[in-house]
């Protein structure tokens, strides 16, 4: 039941894009993403909770298709702070608990 | 808004002691809190959703009498590791959902070093 995430690691330059995707096997009612720093409690990014939708956070986005049972995550124009380990948590369920993937590392390199 | 604490951020203890953790939402009220554990390098595994003034719902593999967890209050929530072994050496971390934000928010977390 635990949602599938790719790559496992990227390596960027300041300044590249990334995408990290988060798959599925079941019907999902949302997709929560988190960024964590190592040895840090992880912090929420943004939510999403209706199949196509899409959310902006500076230039961090995601996006969530409901039929696929995907959402992916994109950083753009990557900056040094946003390396840490990125984890998406699903949600079947309204209020439901949520199941983390396991991890995508993203470093940034200046 | 929407801050977690926990409490140690750090303990070592002998082997066969018990471990009490605290974990309280300082803005909100909450009336679920999750208690997850992290091995290094792995993600975060939920161990028991506590709920307010009544039992905790432990996950599957996770032992109720030797993860003690009680919600005394809404802005509370404890586990206890009973009789700690080394192998429970973890991260711990909690979370709150204020329920209007619709999500989930951390503590700093708990390591604990069981020698």
């Known amino acids: 039941q635990q949602p599938v995430q790719s790559p496992q690691a990227v390596i960027l330059r300041e300044g590249e894009d990334a995408v990290i995707n988060c798959s599925s096997s079941?019907?999902?009612?949302?997709v929560h993403w988190y960024r964590q720093k190592h040895g840090e409690a992880p912090i929420f990014l943004m939510i999403?909770?209706?199949?196509?939708e899409q959310k902006g956070h500076d230039k961090i986005s995601a996006s969530f298709n409901e039929k696929k049972q995907q959402s992916s995550l994109y950083l753009t124009a990557s900056q040094l702070s946003y390396s840490g380990t990125y984890f998406c948590g699903t949600e079947r369920v309204s209020y439901g608990k949520l199941t983390f993937g396991q991890g995508t590392i993203l470093t940034v390199h200046p | 808004g929407a801050v977690v604490s926990q409490h140690p951020s750090r303990v070592i203890c002998k082997s066969g002691t018990s471990v009490k953790i605290e974990c309280r939402s300082l803005d909100f009220q909450a009336t679920t809190m999750f208690w997850y554990r992290q091995f290094p390098k792995q993600s975060l595994m939920l161990m028991a959703t506590s709920n307010e003034g009544s039992k905790a719902t432990y996950e599957q593999g996770v032992e109720k009498d030797k993860f003690l967890i009680n919600h005394a209050s809404l802005t509370l929530s404890t586990l206890t590791v009973t009789s700690a072994h080394p192998e429970d050496s973890s991260f711990y971390i909690c979370s709150a959902d204020p329920e209007e934000r619709r999500t989930q928010y951390f503590g700093p977390g708990t390591r604990l070093l069981v020698l």
């Open positions: 999403l909770l209706k199949g196509g």
């Open positions: 079941k019907a999902l009612y949302s």
